[in-house]
């Protein structure tokens, strides 16, 4: 059973690696200094670093957890089952990542209160600490975007930003700039408890 922390948040005994997925563990495509997810199974290839570094993460104790936006799903404009079939071709190119999830919130309404599991907000990560038993004390968020680093702080987690220079301000400073996935995973690996 999970206890809250001081925070609220969950804690346990298992650290744990949140893993944006487009642009952090799989390429992204480019248009105008701007990142886009890929739109099919062809389009989809890892960065060359990510299944090794996956697996010193594992290795070393960490539950690899992937927190990742699909706003094209809820636009209409991309297929909930093409996203599945990525992740499943991720699960099975990187093994070690123990738990998926998606928010498929468009993002488009203003109006509404902000959904709870789209990053920025932490709900992806706090719902998969609960649900796996993680202390978030202990854990890392590592991503792309500005909405990355917003979400790993909201969720108490140390943050590190991959910087591939998009055409996109941060909006708080992450714990870590790496410039790819292999340096993501040295830090983690090294930095102090």
Request: hydrophobic share 40%; proline share 9%; with cysteine.
């Amino acid at each position: 059973m999970t206890s809250p922390g001081k925070s609220g948040k969950p804690r346990s005994g298992f650290p744990a690696v949140f893993l944006d997925r487009d642009g952090t563990l799989n390429r992204q495509i480019i248009r105008d200094g701007r990142p886009f997810p890929p739109t099919n199974l062809d389009q989809f290839a890892l960065f060359p670093d990510v299944p090794a570094a996956c697996a010193r993460l594992a290795a070393a104790g960490f539950t690899l957890v992937v927190a990742t936006n699909q706003p094209d799903v809820g636009r209409g404009t991309q297929s909930r089952a093409m996203v599945e079939a990525m992740h499943a071709r991720l699960r099975a190119l990187v093994p070690q990542i123990e738990h998926i999830e998606a928010c498929y919130a468009s993002g488009l309404d203003q109006a509404a209160p902000p959904d709870r599991r789209r990053k920025p907000e932490p709900g992806m990560l706090l719902d998969a600490a609960l649900a796996l038993d993680l202390d978030v004390s202990r854990s890392w968020m590592v991503g792309d975007r500005w909405r990355d680093i917003d979400c790993g702080q909201r969720a108490g987690v140390r943050t590190v930003f991959i910087d591939f220079g998009y055409a996109e301000e941060l909006h708080a400073q992450p714990d870590y700039i790496v410039r790819s996935f292999a340096e993501a995973a040295a830090v983690i690996l090294t930095a102090p408890p």
